[in-house]
């Protein structure tokens, strides 16, 4: 058998099916022609290969192809994105995926939420523990469900939130800086929201938050991480239903 060359040496073929991390071997091409042959030859779709493969973490050292620098940038057809913790100040190169459904950018040091009115299809949004300071830039999200705000420095939910975020079912605000009841008013238009956790505002100091809230928020199963019970729905109503409130 012939002794495999330099940019082959080493390599070996995993089952069909696995994404192109199961190839770390590859980080040795030394061209992008090799590359598409070895591709071919493990029957590996290239555009699929190269829009899954880890960039950040392997370098192709001096001989990296003008195009590959490109595709550190998600393409039109990623559909989940986990870029947590990486100290990212600014949200950017986004405009593209049109396709994405899942994006988590917690634990970054965003301040604030911007260019994502291309991503009409997000279902799931993870901004947790930044430094945003308003909710804004997704008002065209018409089919997000999950939003996790938590650990930021919001004061406000804006009023267009409970109009246009229809389909939200999930909304995280833990550990920021909400302090009136007027702002879980906003959310009454959102009759698929079953879950709602507020707990570290100050806004649930106040009293009777907590019924104030099972009250005008009709659909809510769990409120700050516990089942809203029947027993909840009747104290609420007794206490703010028309004629009894004070």
């Not at 459904?101 to 911007?114: A, D, F, P, R």
Request: charged share 25%; net charge positive.
């Amino acid at each position: 058998m012939a002794e495999p060359q330099d940019g082959q040496r080493g390599l070996q073929r995993s089952p069909e099916g696995t994404s192109g991390e199961a190839y770390p071997e590859l980080t040795c091409v030394r061209s992008a022609a090799l590359g598409r042959v070895l591709c071919g030859m493990l029957r590996i779709r290239v555009a699929s290969f190269l829009s899954s493969f880890p960039f950040a973490q392997h370098s192709l050292g001096p001989y990296r192809h003008p195009k590959l620098h490109e595709l550190q940038k998600p393409d039109a057809v990623t559909s989940r994105l986990y870029y947590g913790g990486k100290k990212f100040r600014y949200i950017e190169n986004l405009e593209k995926c049109i396709k994405l459904e899942v994006l988590n950018l917690s634990y970054n040091l965003i301040g604030k939420i911007e260019k994502m009115d291309k991503l009409l299809k997000l279902r799931e949004l993870n901004l947790s523990y930044n430094k945003i300071i308003k909710i804004e830039g997704i008002e065209n999200m018409c089919n997000l469900q999950k939003l996790n705000l938590a650990g930021n420095e919001i004061e406000h939910i804006p009023v267009w939130l409970g109009k246009k975020l229809k389909s939200l079912r999930v909304l995280n605000l833990k550990g920021n800086k909400i302090a009136s009841l007027q702002d879980v008013s906003k959310l009454k238009p959102l009759q698929d929201l079953t879950s709602l956790v507020l707990v570290e505002n100050p806004i649930v100091t106040l009293p009777h938050y907590f019924q104030f809230t099972v009250f005008h928020l009709r659909s809510l199963e769990s409120l700050e991480g516990q089942p809203v019970t029947t027993q909840d729905r009747q104290d609420a109503f007794e206490r703010f239903s028309l004629g009894k409130m004070t």
